[in-house]
């Protein structure tokens, strides 16, 4: 009886380290924010804060296995009054951030950790409302990003948990200033950081997070003896997001 008992069980260790450990995970998420926007500028007065809204889409797929990827965008817009407590023209800032990323899910009972390493676009607009002029910046370079989470409470019907989303990236910007001839580059790094509490009832998915997204731009090279000066940019505030996860 225990030779075919050890045949048998040795027969199965194939098995049990080919079983998928990951169930199929996908998600299909909105979130809309507000709160605060300040930017800042190397050697200026050109500094002010302002409110501002924030628009969030995010779509994500993992197979059994935790690998997959997504896409991400985010659009930021401030009010258009920004500088004019500084002194100078009222102005609107526009930032949207697009992520083409791959994932790796590590997850254990209560504990999921997606890492998503992808391609960061970046655009930032500033335009003078007396002028109707503007200034642009785009960036393209890498994003690193791990988002931990761990469930309080976890069935099939209902879960909570908490969980923290923390990015970074840098790239090479490209600025476009109307009414200049000159193409100007520089080089800008981001961080994004969420945290928050995420309520699930079957196949839906309520959240709440705590958000900070900074930006820095180093000051332009030189073109024709002029640059363009560095900035340093922050939002802070609430985001609000409906998923639907199956």
């Given at each position: 009886?225990?030779?075919?008992?050890?045949?048998?069980?040795?027969?199965?260790?194939?098995?049990?380290a080919q079983e998928e450990t990951f169930a199929s995970r996908f998600r299909v998420q909105l979130g809309f924010g507000g709160g605060e926007f300040e930017h800042r500028t190397d050697g200026s007065n050109l500094d002010d804060d302002t409110?501002?809204?924030?628009?969030?889409?995010?779509?994500?797929?993992?197979?059994?296995?935790?690998?997959?990827?997504?896409?991400?965008?985010?659009?930021?817009?401030?009010?258009?009054?920004?500088?004019?407590?500084?002194?100078?023209?009222?102005?609107?800032?526009?930032?949207?951030?697009?992520?083409?990323?791959?994932?790796?899910?590590?997850?254990?009972?209560?504990?999921?950790?997606?890492?998503?390493?992808?391609?960061?676009?970046?655009?930032?607009?500033?335009?003078?409302?007396?002028?109707?002029?503007?200034?642009?910046?785009?960036?393209?370079?890498?994003?690193?990003?791990?988002?931990?989470?761990?469930?309080?409470?976890?069935?099939?019907?209902?879960?909570?948990?908490?969980?923290?989303?923390?990015?970074?990236?840098?790239?090479?910007?490209?600025?476009?200033?109307?009414?200049?001839?000159?193409?100007?580059?520089?080089?800008?790094?981001?961080?994004?950081?969420?945290?928050?509490?995420?309520?699930?009832?079957?196949?839906?998915?309520?959240?709440?997070?705590?958000?900070?997204?900074w930006q820095s731009m180093d000051e332009s090279d030189e073109e024709d003896g002029l640059v363009v000066l560095g900035y340093d940019t922050e939002f802070h505030?609430?985001?609000?997001?409906?998923?639907?996860?199956?």
């Amino acid at each position: 009886m225990r030779l075919p008992l050890l045949a048998a069980l040795a027969l199965s260790v194939p098995s049990f380290a080919q079983e998928e450990t990951f169930a199929s995970r996908f998600r299909v998420q909105l979130g809309f924010g507000g709160g605060e926007f300040e930017h800042r500028t190397d050697g200026s007065n050109l500094d002010d804060d302002t409110d501002a809204a924030l628009l969030r889409f995010h779509f994500e797929g993992t197979t059994r296995r935790g690998f997959g990827g997504g896409v991400r965008f985010e659009g930021l817009a401030s009010d258009d009054d920004l500088f004019e407590d500084a002194g100078f023209n009222s102005s609107e800032a526009r930032l949207s951030s697009f992520l083409l990323h791959l994932t790796w899910r590590a997850q254990a009972r209560r504990f999921s950790m997606p890492v998503r390493f992808g391609l960061w676009f970046n655009g930032y607009l500033l335009e003078d409302q007396v002028l109707d002029e503007d200034v642009s910046y785009g960036t393209l370079g890498p994003w690193l990003e791990v988002a931990p989470e761990f469930r309080l409470v976890d069935s099939r019907k209902f879960s909570w948990s908490l969980f923290a989303e923390l990015g970074a990236g840098i790239g090479v910007t490209g600025i476009d200033v109307e009414n200049d001839a000159n193409d100007y580059v520089s080089t800008t790094s981001a961080v994004a950081l969420d945290v928050g509490t995420r309520l699930r009832g079957g196949p839906f998915e309520l959240g709440l997070a705590f958000v900070n997204r900074w930006q820095s731009m180093d000051e332009s090279d030189e073109e024709d003896g002029l640059v363009v000066l560095g900035y340093d940019t922050e939002f802070h505030g609430l985001l609000i997001t409906c998923s639907a996860v199956f």
